[in-house]
DNA sequence: GATGAATGAGACTTCATTCAT
DNA sequence: CATGAATGAAGTCTCATTCAT
């Protein structure tokens, strides 16, 4: 009967988009099945009826989630073709989804840790894929001759783990004076990353730290250790 | 009487002890006031005598560590008269003395994040104490011409986040092949985060990736000291 | 329309013999609905489209396979004429008709209590027909003088409080040593209650405990049919 | 430190009476451990740091009242010298004991198959100490040749199945007319347990079954089948 | 200061039952 | 008639915290 099973489809959707509420709002351990039951407009049996329990949940969330971001990402490599420019599309696109969904970041990045150990090896497994995503471009720019050499395994750890943190920080914070905007961060980020593998920048353009933030030389123009 | 606050000082740090060792056994959650008052060679009512709730005890076991740390970071700091070596010592403490206790870096790392949003406050106030630090480094380095301008409230939070990464994967991963000793570690990051900044690498040896990394020529645009 | 009425007939037969399946091998308490639903190959509705609700099932069961057992009594009694086989022979169908259906007997012997007053309530009344029908041949022998006048009501009980408590230990028992066959069984029940009326033991022969029974002699105050 | 030991002590016989109570009113199913709570004036916290789990309030419940009455009854028989006397003795001990305890014998008797596996389990065995207990003084009687040899584990399980039946009736039966007096339901039981090993009743008076019962001929008068 | 019995709010989960399809 | 998604009351159990001793 395809009309239960939509239902049935539609009703997990509800759950998870409730639980993603409710959990970014209250963390994971507070979070509790009666109130994303209510949030989902069912009863704690319902959630009880699609989900097996509460980890479930989050471990659908999680799959749901990052299957669609990995996706994007998929897509916005394949639109390139320098190697260089794949890493770096990777990572603009990660930047945007995340920040575009803020709760959802906070949820895997801050809430998750209390969901027990099965849950965090899943999340470690999941950064692992896009970290290898990130490798893989990097080894590729290495086979060409774009950057040099290099332990690509834990370089492109430290991309994800600098993006983490830089998004975390964004997603975390509230607006007011200093805080930069997402344009900002991601031209920053680029520079930064790039230039951490030896690549060049294509029109870049650095911001000093402070209040408001200035355009500066390109890297190209910083010809002090070029020389 | 200053025996007697000797005494409860001292009672104090073996309940810190206990819980370090508890909490990074079993996560925070999982962390019973019990199982920490009988490690701790006390009681459930000697821990509250000593601590107002449980997320005290983390809370001063956070600051404790964090302390002990920053002194290490600030005395390799004040060690360095060079703004970029300053930033390359605070990183070298950073992943020592983490990598040195694996089970304090797992409660901060992984297992606090249970502990309800005060404490994520406080985690990522102490953060930007390290980020602070950090920035500190490479303003100045900014400042002397060093390195060029560029966002560096953004730029140490990267720094930070990278070696958070690195430094968690090799906490939480199993020996065995493909995992890369704290020394190749050190010597890649390194690398790529000073590169990150255009400083130069001194005596730079780079690792590919794949099974054994084996050292590689220096990087070309930075033959500076090379030559 | 008797079509219908015939498939409800042989929907409700099928429910009732999964839900005794069921209940035999779990318990009535761990029995699901759904389980028997299954089992019975139609869903939760169907069950419930059938019987108002759980207990009313296990008290059809009930009231069906008493019914049944009670039919085989009454014709093995009126197959006898005199009063003292008659009883005799309600406890040998007793005996033969529960030990061939084990999983039954188990029902209603212990997996019963937890179905609640109302059905406790019915079992003691199904208990109290077979009573009554051991009391109506104790009270018919008494009369013909074929044995003493006594409290037959309660004397009727402790027969089947006998019966049930030796079959009981056999239908849980696992085979092994010391286990009785249901013949030996039998055989010492039946030389047991006629004695404990008073009555001859026609052919009796008794076994002594110990790993294995043999035959004795006949019990020397019972000599009127031996000499 | 006594003094909370005795306190723990006074508590658990406390939830242990409660138990008692709440579940020979609701049965076992339906005593919920609030309400237990409630009856021993605790919570239910309390009630879980004294036991682990609801099963095991029944099974220590089990466990306190079978060696309390078992403990009765070996001084009876040890008051005995006669075997037969002696088994007389357990059952006339048993009978007055249990029916003192009316909830008592309704938790064992009827509401305990509602507690799963391993407490059906505990029960059997508990039983079949009694039945041991039993057969004890039967294979005695046998030995001295005060009864004829016998099959004793079978019959020592039909005696106890036979006072469980008779008892059970009495306690869950409202008074009112046809109701045997526990002094009349023994005297019959009595005999006629005696008369199922072939021993001489001494003194006996059985009563006939209807209204009210009357005292009839002992059995030594009754030489019909003892000529 | 220390102890541990006791508290009680609240968590997750189950399942007989209902009802729209 | 049948289905199975949905309900919601009730259950067992945990554990941070309190407090009399």
Known sequence: MPVQQARARSR??????AAASVISRRG????????????????KGGVYFHFPGKESILL???DHTSGLVRGKVE???AAESDPVAKADAALRVLLRTLAKHRSL?????????????????RVAEIQDEFVALVREQLDAAVATGAIVPMDTAIV????MGALDAVLLRYVTSRP??????????HETLRATLLRSIGAPVPGAA?????????PTNSIETNGLERR
Chains 1, 2, 3, 4 share one sequence.
């Open 12 to 17: 997990q959707q509800k759950i998870l988009r």
């Open 28 to 43: 994971y351990q507070e979070a509790g099945i009666e109130e994303i039951a209510r949030e989902a407009e069912t009863s």
């Open 60 to 62: 659908a969330l999680l």
């Open 75 to 77: 897509q916005a490599i």
């Open 105 to 121: 970041a906070r949820v895997f990045a801050v809430e998750a840790a209390g969901a027990g150990p099965q849950f965090n090896a």
């Open 156 to 159: 492109a750890q430290a991309w």
């Open 176 to 185: 007011g004076p200093g805080r930069r905007s997402l344009d900002e961060i």
């Open 206 to 214: 650095v911001s000093v730290a402070g209040g408001s933030p200035r």
